[in-house]
């Protein structure tokens, strides 16, 4: 095993309204959000993580599953019930994506970027 340099301080996501992109992460993830509307830096807390959010007015979301704009990153959310936490997420402003597999399935959030839901997943 290497030796650790350092330790991961945030996941940073580009969103063209980096305080709305914070607010359904928030909700989906059932953290805080500390920023106000118009800031170019946001930032979601909870339960000893951190994902930050900065403005990119020009994004070019990714249009999963096209190749030509690709996913860029994604994140896996682990859920108790995918068929009680689908409707939530939707509710929140994801839309549900093509793909998916048993143990999970895959959405895009309010900006196009593709998160799954996994279930039973090592």
Request: charged share 20%; proline share 8%.
């Given at each position: 095993?290497?030796?650790?340099i350092g330790?991961?301080?945030?996941v940073?996501i580009d ?9 359904f992460?928030?909700?989906l993830?059932g953290?805080?959000v500390k920023?106000?509307?118009?800031d170019d ?7 000893g993580?951190?994902?930050?959010f900065?403005q990119?007015?020009?994004l070019?979301?990714p249009?999963w599953p096209?190749?030509s704009?690709p ?8 859920v108790a019930d995918?068929d ?12 549900r994506?093509p793909g998916?597999?048993g143990?999970f399935?895959?959405?895009?959030d309010p900006?196009?970027?593709?998160f799954?839901?996994v279930?039973?997943?090592a």
């Open positions: 095993m290497a030796a650790m330790q991961l301080h945030s940073v969103a063209p309204d980096a305080h709305a992109l914070a607010t992460y928030a909700g993830l953290m805080e920023g106000e509307p118009g830096w946001v930032v979601v807390t909870g339960a993580y951190r994902i930050a900065q990119a007015p020009d070019q979301p249009d096209d190749p704009r996913q860029q990153f994604h994140l896996d959310i682990r995918v009680v936490a689908e409707p939530q997420v939707l509710e929140l402003g994801a839309r994506l998916g597999g143990d399935r895959v959405y895009a900006v196009g970027h593709p799954c839901l279930w039973d997943a």
